[in-house]
């Protein structure tokens, strides 16, 4: 099924293009939508990817590159797997079924990869900071593009939008956002904002006073007719002063909606008034993910994303249960660990980005939920709360994907490291991630928090070393603790076994050899586990520690592998710039006799999507190179 192409519908056929979407005549459009759709899904159905957002947005899509003459016209896309369908109208269909896979189609918008795609996009919040320097940058050179950016409601609960509104409504510049507003990011949306902008759209209250009034002004007789216009021209100043249109008013947009965004019709009409209007406009439309696909608008949670094949109707998955059952994903040992730990200690609290679900955090927010925050797609705000909780002698863990840590780093320095407070950073999806690409890639965590005071960095080998690390973090009282490890399935089958609190700094000796040793940081250490194996039994005797903390460094035992071995190599799935491999050398050049230190690990470029197996055995990574390095400098002893 890997060359499986989905046959598009007779209009969806003919358009390669925005320019032949616009050959087609607007009545046609909602054709050309449920097309689309059918497209999408599949698609999907077969080789997998994001669904949801981009089934939500098809309409809007569709009037977007029906109104505008893109890509001279500039549209910006916020949390890029809503772009499915922008893809596909803008001459990828072909290759669509690449999407996601090694060397194929990129799942996000990637400038690289297309003209039409403006701004690259896989985290969330960009796109009006984005949009309006494309805006700036057009006033300054006297073009006369239009500039666009669509952000989600989740998006727009980051503090980045917000700045990015707030410039823009100073600098009152021609641009055009569009809100659109599901009542979902991946996890259902948490927050002020979301409670406010559902209010607008589901407010009974408001809803019965509009009929009400309506109805009653319709009694009188002799001025029912015009009395009922008047009531229509009071209730949209009401429903200004009620909605949002206040409140992105307050940031210098006009407010348009909330409209239909599954009427692509009026949708173009929409925007082409918008088009003739200057200055900053908001474009507020109600949508629903997942839409056309029943399951998914059931369960958009669930059908976010689909990684494996599945019944394009009913939804029912095509793979067959595995006989064997798989060890639990690193995620969900995280969350048993987090309630058991919880539950032992009333001062444990955990937090989460908008991501529950993804980062295990989920479990504790259904057993224990009083202890439990979600605080929305706001990394920055995430680190400080946490250590404003600290403050006061609570235990703060905070579940965070690697890649969107980075967003934290001056809370990082400034509120915890500064401050010298415990809060235990539980950092998933460290590593090459597979299919979301280097947007995703947690590369970078090692270097950019190895550098900070009060920062004990360790990461696990297996699922039983990451429980033990999340009980040490608990026992640490001064400076914060970094945990780091990988998207997918654990070693063994250990969820709940107890704790046992490790000595900070310590590594520990696998096996001892000849003239080689490997100091492995973390699961990749399961490969050069693996490669050991290969050698010895072709008589190749190689050492192998685990050094489990990348600060501080276990000391002692670098010093023992320096008197023992004539080469050290380091091992990290992180960037080899500045990373446990950069420590380690560090320090053997430190002492008086230093030895040579080659560090493993991915290398200062960006690795591309694709499965994670593929990745690593294309940057040398796994148990094969792992063996054919070590091969190497044996071969090199031999001839010296």
């Known amino acids: 099924m890997d060359d499986f192409k989905a046959t598009p519908g007779k209009l969806l056929a003919a358009i390669n293009s925005p320019k032949d979407l616009k050959e087609i ?234 409209v239909d965004g599954h009427n692509v019709e009026q949708l173009v009409k929409t925007l082409n008034d918008l088009k003739k209007i200057p200055g900053p406009k908001l474009l507020h439309a109600v949508t629903i993910k997942g839409k056309g696909f029943a399951p998914a608008e059931r369960d958009p949670l669930k059908w976010h994303a689909q990684s494996s094949p599945f019944d394009k109707i009913t939804g029912e998955s095509l793979v067959k249960k595995p006989t064997e059952k798989k060890p639990p994903k690193y995620q969900d040992v995280f969350g048993d660990a987090i309630v058991e730990l919880a539950k032992m200690d009333e001062r444990v609290v955990g937090i989460t980005a908008a991501m529950p679900s993804g980062t295990g955090l989920v479990k504790m927010m259904n057993e224990i939920p009083e202890r439990s925050f979600d605080v929305g797609i706001a990394e920055q705000h995430a680190v400080t709360f946490a250590a404003g909780l600290a403050t006061q002698g609570l235990k703060p863990f905070v579940a965070i994907y690697s890649s969107f840590l980075q967003r934290g780093f001056d809370q990082l320095v400034h509120d915890c490291a500064i401050q010298k407070l415990p809060v235990v950073f539980c950092m998933d999806r460290a590593g090459l991630v597979g299919a979301d690409g280097p947007t995703h890639h947690g590369l970078y965590d090692i270097a950019y928090l190895r550098g900070i005071p009060h920062m004990i960095l360790c990461a696990p080998m297996n699922e039983i070393e990451l429980r033990n690390m999340m009980f040490t973090g608990l026992k640490q009282s001064v400076g914060s603790f970094a945990i780091r490890y990988p998207r997918g399935n654990a070693e063994n089958f250990i969820t709940g076994n107890g704790f046992e609190e490790m000595e900070i700094g310590k590594g520990r000796i696998l096996n001892e050899g000849d003239s080689v040793v490997i100091l492995s940081y973390g699961t990749i250490g399961l490969e050069a586990e693996k490669a050991v194996k290969n050698l010895e039994s072709q008589g190749i005797s190689v050492g192998h520690y685990d050094m489990r903390f990348a600060k501080p460094l276990d000391e002692k035992l670098v010093i023992h592998a320096m008197r023992t071995y004539n080469r050290i190599i380091t091992i990290e799935d992180g960037t080899v710039l500045g990373g446990f491999g950069s420590a380690v050398a560090e320090f053997v050049a430190s002492q008086e006799k230093p030895i040579t230190v080659t560090i493993m690990g991915v290398p200062d470029r960006l690795v591309e999507h694709g499965e994670p197996h593929e990745l690593f055995a294309e940057i040398g990574l796994n148990a094969a190179g792992i063996e054919q390095k070590v091969k190497l400098f044996v071969s090199l002893k031999v001839e010296q």
């Open 25 to 258: 005549p607007i009545n046609q459009l909602e054709q050309v939508c449920n097309e689309l759709r059918d497209f999408i899904i599949e698609t999907v159905a077969v080789h997998g990817g994001h669904f949801g957002a981009s089934l939500g947005v098809v309409e809007l899509t569709t009037a977007l590159h029906y109104v505008f003459d893109t890509p001279k016209d500039q549209l910006v896309w916020d949390v890029g797997h809503q772009a499915y369908g922008h893809k596909i109208l803008t001459g990828r269909k072909e290759a669509f079924h690449t999407n996601r896979k090694y060397k194929g189609v990129s799942g996000f918008p990637k400038r690289s990869e297309s003209e039409y795609d403006t701004f690259g996009v896989g985290h969330s919040s960009t796109s009006i900071s984005a949009a309006l320097g494309m805006a700036a940058a057009r006033d300054i050179k006297k073009s006369d593009e239009q500039i666009v950016a669509v952000i989600g409601d989740g998006s727009m609960t980051a503090g980045m939008a917000f700045e990015a509104l707030n410039n823009a409504g100073s600098l009152k510049t021609d641009m055009i956002v569009i809100l659109n507003d599901n009542n979902m990011s991946i996890d259902p949306n948490v927050g002020a904002l979301n409670e406010y902008l559902v209010e607008i759209t589901a407010s009974q209250t408001f809803n019965k006073l509009r009929n009400e009034v309506y109805d009653a002004l319709g009694h009188f007789k002799s001025a029912g007719d015009k009395m009922r216009k008047l009531a229509s021209r009071l209730e949209k100043s009401l429903v200004t002063a009620l909605t949002p249109g206040s409140l992105f008013k307050a940031f210098g947009f006009k407010y348009y909606g909330p």
